[in-house]
Nanobody, 118 residues
Framework: QVQLVESGGGLVQPGGSLGLSCAAS????????MSWYRQAPGKERELVAT????????NYADSVKGRFTISRDNTKNKAYLQMNSLKPEDTAVYYC???????????WGQGTQVTVSS
């Protein structure tokens, strides 16, 4: 059974930090590029960050560059998103997404809420 399970969301003050984890199971994790998306209330889901299957290349949305860092550990079947200098506009449900490096499948996690508020 394929699963992507996010954890680490919560409430944080502006300027604070939060780290999200995505635990994968049921598929060959190292064959999948991993991404984090987010969706704020009333807005479309947007891509936040992406990392290739081997972890060699990362990309970020302009809105999070310099503040967020995506990483992965293929020995633990986990992906991470470290979020620093958080802003209220970062408030959203954050989703983990896996896509096969040759387009042979994709999976979504159930999401974790991140709220940035004083």
């Amino acid at each position: 059974q394929v699963q992507l399970v996010e954890s680490g969301g919560g409430l944080v003050q502006p300027g604070g930090s939060l780290g999200l984890s995505c635990a994968a199971s049921g598929f060959t994790f190292s064959n999948y590029g991993m991404s984090w998306y987010r969706q704020a209330p009333g807005k479309e889901r947007e891509l936040v960050a992406t990392i290739t299957s081997a972890g060699g290349i990362t990309n970020y949305a302009d809105s999070v560059k310099g503040r967020f860092t995506i990483s992965r550990d293929n020995t633990k079947n986990k992906a991470y998103l470290q979020m620093n200098s958080l802003k209220p506009e970062d408030t959203a449900v954050y989703y983990c997404y896996a896509r096969h490096k040759r387009g042979r499948g994709e999976y979504w996690g159930q999401g974790t809420q991140v709220t940035v508020s004083s």
